[in-house]
T-cell receptor, first 115, second 115 residues
């Protein structure tokens, strides 16, 4: 079956530091890949996505590139801010055997940015 | 503003009682989903529906039930058969129509605590 593995947290960084959160996946076919962000006590918000190999998703200074050869979709940001403190989820979207489209999530990585 | 609403934000129930969580969307999306989130875990799919009056079990449907009588509403009932119901519950929806997308949009969640 499909699966997503992302680096365990928590991750603590100083403001303006470089961020990388690793995400690798296992899937048959050609899945879409997503990063969602969850702020404390809230639902998930789509941060960025990529739908095919070599696509780069970007939003709010965050980037991730769909690497089929390494089955990875690592999240990066050049300079984090305190407001980026949240839990980040990597997810894979694909059609199941029953023909329905479903998301498979990683366990999430908690990021804390300190001033 | 279009979006997904879940109510209430916090819910407390005694063990052995059934409880129903509300999910409403005004995005005109066909597909709706219920997920459960536990601390340090990713999201797990409980039920989903792609059309009115039809729904399918997800990975952890036991102890839960749903209905889809209207396109905009997808309530989830946590029954007394659910052995460990305390969790954060998230509802999501996706457009299958003319603006079909692989992206799921999430509500703010309901935190259920069973005492």
């Amino acid at each position: 079956g499909n699966s997503v593995t992302q680096m365990e947290g928590p991750v603590t960084l100083s403001e303006e530091a470089f961020l990388t959160i690793n995400c690798t996946y296992t899937a048959t076919g050609y899945p879409s890949l997503f990063w969602y962000v969850q702020y404390p006590g809230e639902g998930l918000q789509l941060l960025l996505k990529a739908t095919k190999a070599d696509d780069k998703g970007s939003n709010k200074g965050f980037e991730a590139t769909y690497r089929k050869e390494t089955t990875s979709f690592h999240l990066e940001k050049g300079s984090v801010q305190v407001s980026d403190s949240a839990v980040y989820f990597c997810a894979l979207g694909a059609y199941s055997g029953a023909g329905s489209y479903q998301l498979t999530f990683g366990k999430g990585t908690k990021l804390s940015v300190i001033p | 503003d279009g979006g997904i609403t879940q109510s209430p934000k916090y819910l407390f129930r005694k063990e052995g009682q059934n409880v129903t969580l509300s999910c409403e969307q005004n995005l005109n999306h066909d597909a709706m989903y219920w997920y459960r989130q536990d601390p340090g875990q990713g999201l797990r799919l409980i039920y989903y529906s792609q059309i009115v009056n039809d729904f399918q079990k997800g990975d952890i449907a036991e102890g839960y039930s749903v209905s889809r009588e209207k396109k905009e509403s997808f309530p989830l009932t946590v029954t007394s058969a659910q052995k460990n119901p305390t969790a954060f519950y998230l509802c999501a929806s996706r457009d299958l129509g003319a603006r079909r997308t692989d992206t799921q949009y999430f509500g703010p969640g309901t935190r259920l605590t069973v005492l």
